[in-house]
């Protein structure tokens, strides 16, 4: 890390705690669920409001720099802090899955792992970098005997290379993200040498980690990768990986390799990540639910979905009890873009202990281009790096959107999916109950219909689309379940 400071500042610690917090957003009424799959409809949350003007006239490295020094302000007196003053202060963030304390850290030796594991995923993705096999000849004469020298080289080099005037013959083959990966695993795993069982427990939760979180918005191509690989690593959280891939991956062909890898699986390790999808408060999630749940054969979770068929749309809002208040909340998908809300995840390197194993990476700043994967986490500026061993929000998904106005960030932007209880005003409850309920006897909520559909498949039978009438064509009874 650099040593020289770009940005001092001092902090009154009188001045009043609402002057501490960032400026928030505009919050535009919310005029019901979301009842389409496109996600550019989901409501989007942010840290703090967009600045008015983003250009050489406007300081926004300096105006982040000095967030981040009221944060650690804050927190100096008390762990997390600020992130529980903001939580508090601002009902677009209430309900969201922040984790606090001991629950967002990553210590010790699984800090140097990840560590490890996130530089590897980065050195794989870099686009400049390919493999050039050299055939060098003894004594610079043509058809002598040789030996052939592969090496990395950034993608610049080989024009040098072709053009140095040696007597060498260069090939550009650019490899595939996951031979690249793989090569690197198999160089730390032979210069590591043989590692105890702990260590290797650390690894391996280490590279799946570090896979899951920063391939979740690549290529069809390269998740199916992702898929191959977490089927090649024998763990529970391997299991419950792909069954999250069956979920909230958008292509069929992902989710079927998905699916055929959990075919070999120990069921316990996934039902509760499957079962958990029949509920979630986007449909498109409860049917690749029902459809995997068909497709594994899982006959043991007829009963799962039989109470689907009791229950209310999981939109639906309803009264529970909330700091000794009765309150109406409803779920709702939410989302986050990835590059604007660093400081919405992650505490500045200046809060809390140090972590020596642990990576910091430069918050982005508008008006500036995001590095490549190729250039790794940019440390220029002390001021602006945050702890990547300190996430208070973990993602259920991510995908690329199209964003307007973007420039010089990519038109095509990482946006992170959450599910939040939010909680509703009388009006809106009204008017989410009433564009949840089916205007019509017989109408059947997305919900329901995926779960008939998948009790039709299979049972290979058919009856009144009511989860009595199903109980009472298999034998089953509610108190069974």
């Given at each position: ?143 002598a ?64 980690a ?32 792909l ?36 509920r ?41 009890e909330?700091?000794g ?19 919405m ?22 008006g ?43 038109e ?33 909520s ?36």
């Amino acid at each position: 890390m650099p040593s020289a400071q770009r940005f001092v500042f001092q902090i009154d610690p009188k001045t009043p705690v609402k002057d501490l917090l960032p400026v928030a957003p505009k919050v535009a009424p919310i005029s019901g669920p979301v009842l389409t799959d496109d996600l550019k409809k989901v409501v989007e949350v942010e840290f703090q409001a967009k600045p008015e003007k983003v250009g050489p006239e406007v300081n926004l490295v300096e105006r982040t720099a000095h967030q981040m020094a009221k944060i650690n302000h804050m927190n100096a007196k008390k762990t997390d802090a600020f992130m529980s003053v903001l939580l508090e202060s601002r009902p677009d963030l209430a309900g969201m899955p922040f984790a606090m304390g001991d629950d967002c850290r990553v210590d010790g030796e699984r800090a140097k792992y990840f560590t490890q594991a996130v530089n590897t995923v980065r050195q794989a993705l870099g686009s400049g970098q390919f493999p050039v096999t050299t055939v060098r000849s003894f004594g610079g004469q043509a058809g002598a005997q040789g030996f052939i020298d592969t090496s990395i080289m950034p993608a610049q080099a080989l024009q040098v290379a072709n053009s140095s005037g040696l007597s060498q013959q260069a090939f550009r083959a650019p490899q595939s993200f996951w031979q690249q990966y793989n090569t690197l695993c198999d160089q730390e795993d032979a210069a590591r040498g043989r590692a105890d069982k702990e260590a290797t427990e650390h690894i391996t939760l280490a590279r799946m980690a570090a896979l899951t979180q920063m391939l979740a918005p690549e290529t069809a191509e390269i998740r199916l990768g992702l898929v191959k690989y977490l089927a090649g690593v024998s763990h529970i959280e391997s299991s419950k990986a792909l069954a999250r891939m069956v979920l909230f991956s958008a292509e069929d062909d992902v989710r079927a390799a998905a699916i055929t890898a959990l075919k070999v699986r120990r069921e316990k390790d996934y039902t509760d990540v499957l079962v958990k999808g029949l509920r979630y408060p986007w449909p498109a999630v409860a049917k690749r639910a029902a459809e995997a749940i068909t497709k594994l054969e899982r006959t043991d979770l007829i009963p799962n979905l039989l109470a689907v068929l009791d229950a209310a749309d999981p939109r639906m809002p309803v009264t529970k009890e909330m700091g000794g208040k009765t309150s109406t909340v409803a779920l709702e998908m939410v989302k986050v873009n990835h590059h604007r809300n660093c400081l919405m995840c992650h505490a500045p390197t200046g809060s809390g202990a140090p972590n020596a194993n642990a990576i910091s990476a430069e918050v982005a700043i508008q008006g500036q281009p995001l590095p490549t994967p190729a250039e790794g986490y940019r440390q220029s500026v002390p001021e602006l790096l945050i702890r990547l061993d300190v996430t208070y929000l973990r993602q259920d998904f991510s995908a690329l959107l199209p964003v307007k106005d973007a420039h010089p960030w990519p038109e095509m932007q990482r946006f992170d999916f959450f599910v939040r209880a939010r909680k509703l005003t009388d009006d809106e409850a009204e008017t989410y109950r009433a564009q949840l309920t089916p205007k019509e006897a017989g109408v059947l909520s997305p919900y329901h219909k995926a779960a008939l559909t998948a009790l039709r498949d299979l049972t290979g039978k058919d009856t009144a689309p009511t989860a009595d009438a199903w109980r009472k064509l298999l034998g089953h009874t509610a108190k069974s379940e």
